[in-house]
């Protein structure tokens, strides 16, 4: 008897900073088993981290983002709660490691000045715009916060809230139910 392994996919995650100082990331809370089922409508995939001044949201395989996630904040710690340094060696320790090799997942992570993609291939890819999607709806957010933010007045929650709704109208892997968060100034906000 072959036992196969159950994919799951899902998820669409979008961070958006603004002029105001203000960085915002929100995700959906979808995971689906294989291509035609729905195992779950409510995961939280965008959470704060390392003395809330981290935000750090994720698509892939959930087990895997949450190793990702401890991994993370620890290497904050190391570093100070430098975020590049940090992202730098996770993707390294992620790369060159045999365990997490094959950990299957993206990353976002935020703070007061940067936003960044990080990948299990070493990448550290710190977007040229102020926005950026990844996850099964990622393209259609991503076109979504483009044209919000470069049409609108929109606060940075604003932008990520309707271009995730606008994914979950198209992309059958996202769905409405949102979580977002937000550091806005010296104060973190939740929702």
């Known amino acids: 008897m072959e036992i196969q392994m159950i994919e799951f996919q899902a998820t669409t995650i979008v961070a958006v900073r603004k002029n105001d ?9 979808q995971v689906t088993m294989g291509q035609s089922a729905i195992m779950k409508q409510t995961a939280r995939k965008v959470r704060k981290i390392y003395k809330n001044a981290v935000i750090t949201g994720f698509a ?3 087990a895997d983002a949450f190793t990702l996630t401890e991994k993370f904040e620890k290497k904050l710690e190391e570093h100070g ?6 992202a730098v060696a996770l993707a390294q320790t992620w790369r060159s490691d045999q365990a997490m090799r094959n950990l299957d997942a993206l990353m976002l992570a935020a703070d007061k000045e940067s936003i960044l993609l990080i990948s299990g291939n070493g990448e550290v890819i710190e977007p040229d715009e102020p926005y950026v999607a990844i996850g099964s709806g990622g393209n259609y957010a991503y076109a979504a916060a483009h044209a919000l933010y470069k049409h609108t007045d929109m606060s940075a929650e604003a932008i990520v809230r309707e271009a995730l709704a606008i994914a979950a109208s198209i992309c059958v892997y996202t769905n409405e139910h949102i979580t977002v968060e937000t550091l806005q100034g010296g104060m973190v906000d939740h929702e």
């Open 60 to 62: 892939g395989s959930v």
């Open 21 to 29: 100082g203000s960085v915002c990331i929100g995700g959906d809370g």
């Open 81 to 86: 709660g430098n975020l590049k340094r940090a």
